[in-house]
């Protein structure tokens, strides 16, 4: 059994037309999922699903064995789902470590442990803990984003375009950040514009096309398809 298994998920927004059209994401525990393909793909929208943004028509979604099919995102938090959007991730007018205590609002217990795990991760956060977080770079904000999510102590970290808008050293530090969570057994997924760079982390990678899975394999299998390479990785 997959620790995530979205099968068969068709929907869309509203009475309109479905964007998502039977496409199946997987993933095993520990693992770097990837989800790419053309603007339009319905990449954002399968994150939406899974998370339960989007209600699907047809389909499920099951973690570590549970169907959350009918759960609301609230309910999946506290079942180990952590989502980082990719816009308005953050509250820009409370601090760095403001944000972060937000994002343990489900929590009961201790969560100092989990704030110190944070800036282990992301040192620049803790020199700028007491700064509000709408003064940060674009790279630093996408720090915040995530240490808000890590701090639920997620099963399953989801990431919806997290390099959108960094520099390419930016975006490189994030995806070795990404690996250091993933090496913790913490799972992810995420969509990314960066299709090369991204499959280069993927343990699974997924090429979606209108909704529809069109290509599926490890990282290295699809950069070396060249098919992938030329329609989606500019060649």
Known sequence: MNFLNASNMRGGYGRGADILNGATITVEKGQIGVIVGPNGAGKSTAMKAI???LALREGSVLLDGADITALSP???VAQGM????????IFTSMTVEENLEMGAFLRKDDIRPTIAQVYDLFPILADKRRQPAGELSGGQR???AVGRALMTRPSLLML???TAGVSPIVMDELFDRIIEIARTGITILMVEQNARQALEIADIGYVL???ANA???TG???MADPEVRRTFLGG
């Open 215 to 217: 290509y599926t394999g």
């Open 74 to 76: 609230q309910d999946r």
């Open 82 to 89: 952590g989502f980082v959007p990719q816009t308005n991730n």
């Open 160 to 162: 919806d375009e997290p």
């Open 142 to 144: 996408q720090q915040v």
């Open 209 to 211: 096309v209108q909704g």
């Open 220 to 222: 290295a299998e699809l």
């Open 51 to 53: 998370f339960g943004m």
